[in-house]
């Protein structure tokens, strides 16, 4: 009996050490915050098969911004326990190279497997940390009592309805009454603080974000919803698409902040 018992103990026990809990994800992410801040990813838990990418493009760590330091004058991060993935935003304003960078970390066994990051820098898409850092500092980002919390399905349709609504004019998306767009440096909430100036307009046809290029990260607690994404359209060199990050806050049901950051390959995406 013993020998039939033993693979499924050795089972539990490694599904135990695999758990993801929210302090772990919290932990690890401001790791990632002081590794970015002195430029020294070996502060980071990184598993041996580590595997790293800015903008799409796969590089060695060594090679990657996080090996460089860089002030973080603002962050904000989003911890998806089911995925164990975190997301954070950081807003570095104040050095010689300003930076918004965006990154999603993949945990197994407690340990980094994958760090993708959107790194954004002057001629990217309407680029201006310093006007970035201005609005992101006035944000309301409250965790959401659990009794008012949105589901997980709730939040990714809310994102997703908004991607599509560029493709589709037609697409009904949960905008909220405030709802303000931070798009690179460009914020509506300045125009109509009270009103929706977040709907977009529906984009020359065809137009479609792929949904097999949408990559999740969803934090329930504080009704928080990121998506790495392909913006086609937007870059004259590259019309297939870019890389580009949208970040969401939802409060029931409806979106109240939305932050787009958008690469170009030339200045501008040549606009």
């Given at each position: 009996?013993t020998h039939l018992?033993l693979?499924?103990?050795l089972?539990?026990?490694?599904q135990?050490?695999?758990?993801c ?5 919290q932990?690890?992410t401001?790791?990632?915050i ?14 041996s098969?580590?595997?790293y990418?800015?903008?799409?493009v ?13 002030p ?6 989003l ?7 975190s997301f954070?935003?950081i ?23 994958k ?6 820098d002057?001629?990217d898409?309407?680029?201006d ?19 008012n919390r949105?589901t997980r399905?709730v939040?990714?349709a809310a994102g997703d309805a908004y991607?599509d609504?560029?493709g ?6 949960p905008y909220?009454?405030?709802?303000a767009?931070?798009?690179?440096g460009?914020y509506t909430?300045d ?5 929706n100036?977040?709907k977009m ?10 949904m097999?290029?949408?990559k999740?990260?969803?934090d329930?607690e504080l ?6 994404n392909?913006f086609?359209?937007?870059?004259k060199t ?6 580009s990050?949208n ?7 409806k979106?109240?902040y ?7 390959a030339?200045?501008?995406c040549?606009?």
């Amino acid at each position: 009996m013993t020998h039939l018992l033993l693979p499924v103990l050795l089972a539990l026990a490694s599904q135990g050490s695999a758990a993801c809990t929210r302090s772990m994800l919290q932990d690890a992410t401001a790791l990632y915050i002081r590794a970015q801040a002195g430029g020294k990813p070996d502060l980071l838990p990184l598993g041996s098969n580590l595997s790293y990418a800015e903008n799409d493009v796969s590089m060695p760590i060594t090679k990657g911004v996080i090996s460089t330091a860089v002030p973080v004058d603002f962050n904000r991060s989003l911890y998806d326990t089911t995925q164990c993935i975190s997301f954070t935003e950081i807003t570095s304003a104040t050095g010689t190279h300003p930076y918004v960078i965006d990154t999603r970390l993949l945990f197994t066994d407690d340990k980094i497997t994958k760090i993708e990051s959107v790194v954004a820098d002057a001629g990217d898409w309407i680029f201006d940390a310093t006007s970035h850092l201005s609005h992101v500092k006035t944000e309301k980002w409250d965790p959401i009592p659990s009794t008012n919390r949105d589901t997980r399905s709730v939040l990714k349709a809310a994102g997703d309805a908004y991607l599509d609504s560029w493709g589709d004019g037609k697409v009904s998306v949960p905008y909220g009454t405030p709802c303000a767009r931070l798009e690179g440096g460009s914020y509506t909430g300045d125009r109509q603080p009270n009103a929706n100036t977040c709907k977009m307009p529906e984009f020359p046809q065809p137009f479609n974000i792929a949904m097999d290029t949408r990559k999740y990260t969803i934090d329930e607690e504080l009704g928080g919803l990121d998506i790495f994404n392909n913006f086609p359209f937007i870059d004259k060199t590259r019309p297939n698409g870019t890389s580009s990050m949208n970040l969401f806050r939802v409060e029931a049901g409806k979106i109240r902040y939305i932050h787009e950051t958008t690469i170009c390959a030339t200045k501008g995406c040549g606009r």
